[in-house]
């Protein structure tokens, strides 16, 4: 996930445990609880970063302001691209793109501000300024002008404004790119494209804590109070009912933070909490029986890796020894057996949901423990490996079954080390300073096959996206470009995979399996549905009396 989900990066099960069922201050554990009285009440792990438009690159922020914001397209049961605040998205080019809002949407503010075309040109702007240090910022990469507000490091910006972007009248805006690329509009459900009002920015021009901490959106719900990142415990919200499209049938959504998937399943189970998007491994098996129409278990478009910190540690930099462990990794057992069969063990970095896969891609995703050990030693690959994970989501489980087959396959001594949170091995690796192997995920911002790819391993998502890997291939760059020129994405789709095939060729992230959905929700609520982007769809949910 939300990578960012970024697309954003994935939290997986990510809950943090400030939580147990005192964190909505209800002591029931019959599921007594009233729900008429009760938020609707959702799990959530601590989310990275206060609440930045343009640098909320992960799951857990992603929910939060998805349900603060509106995008300006959304995305249909068969992937296909609809508008949500834009009236519309033209371009007879695939290069000059016109965007005209919807009318009636408002800001959350006392005076209910209207919306205007401004306010996505100042919040494109913010976050594409290297200024900024916007996580997605590489998101503005492709509109005329951005060069301009990132002339590199130590080298000063002259321009606050990205010549590619033009207000039209109050309503609509035009962008200019420069190169067509025709999943522009494909892109504009993601996160980083919410705009901002004026209120968001001080006197300096930078958008201000308080309003990261306490949002003002344009969505179906408003934020309560500020959140205070590492004391807060819920992220209280309230229906904004000026909302001019399909609102929620709720007044009251809570975000409830855990360190533990267990815990909050618990919660559920207790009747403490409504809605679990990410049950953990233990609860998974057993969750059909004791759950019934309560439990979801749907196909999902994210990728779970093993990563290679390639650009500030060496020890990974031979091709050969990343090819070993992959081949040294038994998805299947661990698909089965792990996860109860609700994952597929990986073998291509495209998801099979979404156009552009190919069964079998990966050659080196097939379980082969004998040449993996050969080729590991040829290699001459270290004695020793450590292999990071974020704790708060289920991932313990995996992670150790991975390091057991590379003990037993490479001969090799494996250390496992959990950080306690998600946002502190984000934090680490955006710093550069954890070193070993990691856990990653990637849910998908927009549903194109290029969102596998330049989000996560061009060069300008090192800095500007997550890249964790460092890793960089001129080639790779050129042949996104090339897809990212062709007339549509079907015919894009060819160079995507070729870049793909770049991707398998050298491994700077090892794919391991395909997720699905798992969730579940409370006898309080009804109607519970998650998106493609991994989103609660908080129309179509109901309290139930």
Not at 212 to 230: H, L
Not at 258 to 277: C, K, M, P, Q, V
Not at 395 to 410: F, P, S
Not at 414 to 439: N, W
């Amino acid at each position: 996930m939300r990578v960012t989900n970024s697309a954003r990066i994935i939290a997986g099960t990510a809950l943090l445990a400030l939580g147990l069922a005192a964190c909505g201050g209800e002591s029931s554990t019959d599921g007594g609880t009233a729900a008429a009285g009760q938020p609707v009440r959702m799990e959530l792990g601590e989310p990275q970063k206060l609440f930045y438009p343009g640098d909320t690159t992960e799951s857990e922020g992603a929910e939060v302001l998805g349900a603060v914001f509106a995008p300006l397209v959304r995305y249909d049961e068969n992937k296909q691209v609809v508008n949500d605040v834009a009236e519309s998205i033209k371009s007879t080019d695939n290069k000059v793109w016109t965007i005209e809002l919807k009318p009636g949407y408002t800001w959350q503010d006392s005076a209910g501000t209207a919306l205007t075309a401004q306010n996505y040109v100042d919040a494109w702007n913010y976050s594409a300024n290297q200024d900024n240090v916007q996580g997605a910022n590489g998101f503005f990469s492709r509109i005329e002008g951005w060069a301009d507000l990132n002339p590199g490091e130590g080298k000063t910006v002259s321009t606050k404004e990205m010549k590619g972007l033009k207000v039209v009248d109050d309503t609509t805006f035009k962008v200019t790119l420069t190169e067509p690329f025709s999943q522009f509009k494909t892109m504009l459900g993601y996160t980083a494209f919410y705009p901002l009002p004026k209120a968001a920015f001080g006197d300096d021009g930078k958008v201000t804590e308080a309003y990261a901490k306490q949002p003002i959106g344009q969505g179906y719900f408003k934020m309560d109070a500020p959140y205070n990142k590492g004391t807060s415990q819920t992220i209280d919200l309230t229906r904004y009912d000026k909302f001019p499209g399909e609102k929620p049938k709720f007044d009251k959504l809570q975000f409830k933070l855990y360190t533990s998937a267990e815990t909050a399943f618990n919660d559920l189970r207790a009747g403490n909490l409504d809605i679990h998007d990410s049950l953990p491994p233990s609860a998974v098996a057993s969750a059909k029986a004791e759950l019934g129409e309560r439990y979801i278990d749907q196909a999902d478009a994210g990728v779970g890796y093993i990563g290679f910190p390639l650009q500030y540690n060496k020890i990974y930099s031979d091709i050969r020894i990343r090819e070993a462990i992959s081949m040294a990794i038994d998805r299947k057992t661990i698909a089965d057996t792990v996860f109860s069969g609700t994952r597929a063990p990986a073998d291509d970095f495209i998801n099979p949901l979404l156009d552009g896969y190919r069964q079998g891609a990966c050659a080196v995703c097939t379980y082969d423990p004998a040449k993996a050990k050969a080729q590991y030693a040829e290699a001459g690959g270290p004695k020793t490996l450590e292999l990071g994970y974020n704790s708060d989501g289920p991932h313990k489980e995996w992670i150790e079954a991975v390091a057991n087959n590379l003990r037993a396959n490479l001969d090799v001594q494996v250390s496992v080390k959990p950080f306690e949170k998600f946002a502190s091995i984000l934090d680490e690796l955006d710093d550069k300073t954890y070193g070993g192997m990691f856990r990653m995920g990637w849910a998908i911002d927009y549903p194109s096959a290029e969102n596998y790819l330049t989000p996560v391993f061009s060069t300008i998502a090192i800095k500007t996206g997550s890249n964790y890997a460092g890793w960089s291939n001129k080639e790779f760059d050129g042949l996104l470009a090339k897809g990212d020129a062709a007339k549509t994405q079907k015919d894009g789709l060819q160079f995507y995979q070729q870049a793909d095939d770049l991707l398998i060729k050298e491994m700077p992230y090892v794919p391991v399996y395909f997720y699905r959905i798992n969730a579940a929700f409370s006898q309080h609520v009804k109607g519970v549905r998650i998106n493609l982007l991994n989103q609660v769809e908080w129309t179509k949910v109901e309290k139930v009396a």
